[in-house]
Structure formats: C-alpha cells, structure tokens
Nanobody, 124 residues
Framework: QVQLVESGGELVQAGGSLTLSCAASGRSFSAYAMAWFRQAPGKEREFVAAVSGGGVYTYYTDSMKGRFTISRDNAKNTVYLQMNNLEPEDTAVYYC?????????????????WGQGTQVTVYS
C-alpha cells in the first residue's frame, strides 16, 4: 500500500516554470514505477511522463518531451515533475500515480495508486 500527496501547483504566467512534487508514504518506494498524468477541464485524464523505480528510465508524451522532466529521489520517497516554458494549454489538475509493474505505462488502469491532484493554472 502506498499513499501519494502532490504539491507545488499554482498560478503561473505563460513562459514560466514550475516543479511539482509527489510524496509517497509506505515502504519500498523504489519498487514502484511512478507517473504523472493531468486532466484539463472537460477533457480526459492523459499521460504526461513516467519514471522507472530506480530512476534510470523515463518516458514522455511527445508533445511534452523537452519541456517537462520527471525525476525521483528514492531517499526522500518523492517524484518530481519539472515543467518549463509553460503554456495556457498546460492548465490542468496534475496527478501522480504508482504501480509495481512495468514502468512507462500510459494507461490509467495500469496504476493502482493515485494522489488527489494539484492544480496548475497558466495564464497568458
């Protein structure tokens, strides 16, 4: 069992940067593949990025690759999402998710654990 708590979402101007954090409780954090998803108003939740348990392998949606960077610190039981050059289209609730299976999965039902989400709003 793992519990996830996201933080770091806020109101930011277009072109700015933001780093989201997801703190995990429970044991064996490094055994979990982690991911970030987001859900904009009126849209389905979509995959953003994922990272393997050891942090070596990362996966991104093509449209976000180069602007977003996922990383993790297993000593702190935390996964991060660094977001640069933000656009109004990035406005969404951002969720982190965890799973003990293969890393890099892009489907929601692959993940067993979810956080409550953190709101990111980008204004022009």
């Amino acid at each position: 069992q793992v519990q996830l708590v996201e933080s770091g979402g806020e109101l930011v101007q277009a072109g700015g940067s933001l780093t989201l954090s997801c703190a995990a409780s429970g044991r064996s954090f490094s055994a979990y593949a982690m991911a970030w998803f987001r859900q904009a108003p009126g849209k389905e939740r979509e995959f953003v990025a994922a990272v393997s348990g050891g942090g070596v392998y990362t996966y991104y949606t093509d449209s976000m690759k180069g602007r977003f960077t996922i990383s993790r610190d297993n000593a702190k039981n935390t996964v991060y999402l660094q977001m640069n050059n933000l656009e109004p289209e990035d406005t969404a609730v951002y969720y982190c998710a965890a799973d003990r299976g293969q890393p890099g999965a892009r489907k929601l039902d692959h993940y067993d654990y979810w956080g409550q989400g953190t709101q990111v709003t980008v204004y022009s």
